[in-house]
C-alpha cells in the first residue's frame, strides 16, 4: 500500500505523519500515536487499518522523523502536540488509537477534545500499576522483550540512536509520573481496551480495569506480547473497524466489557 509522507510546522516543532488509504463515507479516520520513542514497527499496523478508511500515523516532537522540540515534553504536552497537528489536519470525530506509552497521550487529548475524537482505542496500556517504578518497569520491559521476535530490534534501533538515551530516559520517567486509569475516566467517548495475552508489561487486570473506569468501555483480548501491533499487523483492524463503523453510523454500543 502507498503511503504518504507529510511535515506539518507546529508550536512543538515540525511534525511528521504517514497515511494510508482512502476516506470512505460513513467511517471516521484512524490516527495513530505510537509508543516510546519508535514508530517505524506501527506502519504494518497502519496499513491494515487502511484497508477500509484512511489512516495516519503521527510522530511525537523530537522522536522519529519528527523535528526538535523546544525543550522536553511532559504527556500532556505531548497531547497539545497532537491537537495541534488534528486541527491543523484539518480532522474531526477521528477514531484516535494509541499503542503503550501512546495509550496515554492519546486518552488525553479524547480528554479534553471531545468534539474532535469520536473514540478511543488504548492498545497494550501503559504504566501498569504494578511496574510503576524505573526498576519495576525496565524487569518487565525484559520479562516481554523475550517474547518479541528479534526483527523487532532491528526496526527500533535507528530510531532509538536519533532519540538519544537523554531523551528516552527522559521520556520513560514522564510517562511513569502519568496516570492513565484517572484519565480515562474523563474520556466520554466510545474506548476500546485491546491487550495481547502474552503482553509482561501489562497484566490483563489492570487493562480490564481500564475498560471498567471508562464510561463508555468495552474489552478485547488479541494474540501477542505487548507488541502485537507488529506481529500480526493485521490483528487490532477487525475491532477497531467494528468501534470506526459504530461511532460512524450510530450503531448500537457493544455490549459493557
Request: proline letters at 9%; charged letters at 20%; a neutral charge.
Amino acid at each position: 500500500m502507498a503511503v504518504e509522507l507529510q511535515h506539518r510546522p507546529t508550536r512543538w516543532g515540525t511534525m511528521r505523519s504517514r497515511t494510508a488509504g482512502t476516506p470512505r463515507t460513513g467511517v471516521p479516520e484512524v490516527v495513530v500515536v505510537p509508543g516510546l520513542a519508535v514508530s517505524n514497527y506501527l506502519q504494518p499496523a497502519v496499513e491494515a487499518l487502511g484497508a477500509w478508511t484512511r489512516a495516519h500515523l503521527v510522530e511525537l516532537p523530537g522522536f522519529s522523523g519528527s523535528g526538535e522540540p523546544p525543550h522536553p515534553m511532559d504527556v500532556a504536552q505531548f497531547a497539545d502536540a497532537v491537537i495541534e497537528w488534528l486541527a491543523t489536519s484539518g480532522l474531526h470525530r477521528v477514531v484516535l488509537v494509541g499503542h503503550s506509552s501512546g495509550t496515554q497521550v492519546v486518552a488525553h487529548v479524547a480528554a479534553r477534545e471531545p468534539e474532535r475524537v469520536a473514540a478511543l482505542v488504548l492498545a497494550s496500556p501503559t504504566v501498569d500499576p504494578a511496574f510503576r517504578s524505573l526498576r519495576k518497569v525496565l524487569l518487565a520491559w525484559r520479562r516481554n522483550h523475550a517474547l518479541e521476535p528479534p526483527d523487532l530490534d532491528e526496526q527500533h534501533a535507528p530510531e532509538r540512536r536519533r532519540a538519544s538515551l537523554r531523551r528516552v530516559r527522559h521520556a520513560l520517567a514522564v510517562h511513569l509520573d502519568d496516570r492513565l486509569e484517572e484519565t480515562v475516566e474523563r474520556v466520554a467517548q466510545p474506548t476500546l481496551v485491546l491487550y495481547g495475552d502474552t503482553d509482561r508489561l501489562c497484566t490483563e487486570a489492570w487493562a480490564r480495569e481500564l475498560a471498567h473506569r471508562a464510561p463508555d468501555g468495552r474489552f478485547v483480548v488479541l494474540p501477542g506480547a505487548h507488541s502485537f501491533v507488529w506481529t500480526a499487523p493485521d490483528a487490532w483492524s477487525a475491532p477497531v473497524e467494528a468501534l470506526a463503523r459504530e461511532v460512524g453510523h450510530g450503531s448500537p454500543p457493544a455490549p459493557p466489557a
